[in-house]
Structure formats: C-alpha cells, structure tokens
C-alpha cells in the first residue's frame, strides 16, 4: 500500500515528531507539558486508526449491524487518556513548585540559578 | 473526507502550538486541538475514546493548564536553544518512521493482524457471556478489569503525588 493509503498513519507520526520536536527544544515548561500532550495524543490517533475497519461500525451491538471496527484499542486508548492526564496534572503540579522555588519557568534560567548556587544543590 | 480535513486541522494546530509564543494561546490551542482529535476518533469509529477525548482531554487538561497558567503568568520568554541537535533527532526519527508506513497492512483493510487475533472472539461473545451491548465497556470493565484496576491506581497515586506537592508549599518568589 502506498504512504497515500496510510495517511492516518503518516498525520500521526507528523504529529508526533511536531510534539516530540515542542517537548526537547522550547525552553518553557508549560509549553513542554503541551508538547507531551500533543505527542501523547498522536500515538491514540495511531492506535484508533489502526483499529478502523473500513465500512465498520461503533463496537456496539445492535440489531446485527456489522461489521464492528477493532475494540481492542479502543480499550487501551481510553486507559491512555486518563492515564495521561493524571501524568499532566502532577508535571503541572512540579512547575509550579519550581516557580515557587526559582522565580522561573525557563529552562535556561532554572540553569543559569542552579549554577550560580554552586551547581550540585 | 471529513476525516482528512480533520486530520489537516490538526497539522495546523500543532503548527500553532508549536510557533505561538502567548501561553494563554498555546493552552486554548491545545483544547482545540483535543477536540478535533475526539472528532477525528468519532469518524475513526472510537466513539467512547472520542467522549472521553472531549470531557479529559478538550475540558479537565485546559483547566488543569488555565490553573497553572493563573499562577505562572503567561510569557514565554523564547529562549528556545536553537540547537541543530533537536531538529536532526525528529526529522531522523520522522524519517524512519515514515519509511516503515508502506509496511503496514492497508487502512482499514479487514484482514489486518490486529482483527484476525483475539478480537473477534470479544465481539462475538459479549453479548451473551457478559450481557452489555457495548464491547469497549465490556473489555474495560470485565475481560481486563485488572487493567482498569492498574488506571485507578495510578491515578490515585498522581492524586497523592499531586497533594505531597503541595503539601509543604512555600513561596521565596511570589
């Protein structure tokens, strides 16, 4: 099948180097917290697409329509979801204690404090 | 269709996160990006993946952010590094990883692995052996109810995390 046919597949991985690329060189740590979302979301977008059956329906049995798309991941993803979010929540919860503690959200900043206090501290 | 403008927008919002200094901006971009993501799930037949999506990615994460942002404030000062190693490390890794799409079974063919295995036999015996209409329900709570177990652990161990956090919270910068 050509890299056309797959354009779900190509979109997610787009996406994901998109979120990786946000996550290793923004310097804020907001912005990388969002990055790690949009990373995160790309792999549900390649699992759910991976699942989709073509002319399928919702795995929700009713009245003998088939045939159902894949469930299977779809189980996996909503888990991921959540899961996610509560990895969100405690990054968030870590930034701003290093606002508290720095003044500051920029990496470079967090760096340039840390040596100053004599680096290992 | 619909399904690749969907996936369009969402190249353009990632752009958008990705270029946009104002946070403020970033955060309600990356809301509108979790909800065309539940859009894109609800063509792709993954209607429960697209509520959840909508309530815990489009809603609670924007407000968990908005939260944060409420004590951060929200400039991003742009000291980005400008390194060439980040850039060479994604479009490598980018590159690989569409080189090996021609290998993938052809979307939404039936006859991909991924349908022939295990799958058939939960949509087949749902209905009579746990008694719901709804696969995805009954995998979740049922076939793999210990993972769902494992989830709930972690979230409460995020929830811990969280209040440890807190707990001893003393500002030196206000």
Redesign the interface.
């Known amino acids: 099948?050509?890299?056309l046919?797959?354009?779900?597949?190509?979109?997610a991985?787009?996406?994901?180097?998109?979120?990786?690329?946000?996550l290793?060189?923004?310097?804020?740590l907001?912005?990388k917290?969002?990055?790690l979302?949009?990373f995160q979301?790309s792999v549900?977008?390649l699992y759910?697409?991976?699942?989709?059956?073509?002319g399928?329906?919702?795995?929700?049995?009713?009245e003998g329509i088939a045939?159902?798309?894949?469930?299977?991941?779809?189980?996996l993803?909503?888990?991921a979801?959540?899961?996610?979010?509560?990895?969100?929540?405690?990054g968030?919860?870590?930034?701003?204690?290093i606002?508290?503690?720095?003044?500051t959200?920029?990496?470079?900043?967090i760096q340039a404090l840390d040596a100053e206090s004599g680096g290992t501290e | 269709m619909i399904g690749i403008g969907l996936l369009l927008f969402l190249l353009l919002t990632a752009t958008g996160i990705l270029l946009v200094r104002n946070l403020f901006a970033v955060v309600i971009l990356s809301g509108i990006y979790s909800l065309l993501m539940a859009g894109t799930f609800t063509i792709l037949d993954a209607v429960d993946v697209a509520f959840t999506e909508a309530a815990v990615g489009a809603g609670i994460s924007t407000v968990l952010l908005l939260a944060a942002l409420g004590v951060v404030g929200q400039e991003d000062r742009g000291r980005n590094r400008r390194a060439l190693i980040p850039i060479a490390v994604v479009v490598l890794a980018g590159v690989m990883l569409i080189y090996a799409v021609p290998e993938m079974p052809p979307f939404g063919s039936p006859e991909a692995p991924i349908h022939v295995h295990v799958a058939p036999q939960y949509i087949e015996e749902t209905p009579s052996v746990i008694g719901i209409p709804n696969v995805v329900t009954a995998v979740l709570a049922d076939y793999r109810g210990f993972d769902t177990l494992g989830e709930v652990t972690v979230i409460f161990t995020a929830g811990i995390g969280v209040l440890l956090l807190f707990a001893g919270r003393r500002r030196k910068y206000k």
Not at chain 1, 24 to 28: A, L, S, T
Not at chain 1, 92 to 97: K, Y
């Open positions: 099948m050509s890299v046919g797959n354009f779900n597949y190509v979109i991985i787009t996406l994901s180097m998109i979120g990786l690329y946000v290793i060189e923004r310097g804020n907001i912005k917290l969002v990055g979302n949009v979301s549900f977008l759910i697409s991976m699942g989709k059956i073509d399928g329906t919702p795995p929700i049995h009713y045939p159902f798309s894949n469930p299977l991941p779809h189980v993803i909503l888990t979801i959540v899961v996610g979010v509560a990895t969100l929540s405690v968030l919860a870590l930034v701003i204690r606002r508290d503690a720095y003044g959200i920029e990496e470079d900043e």
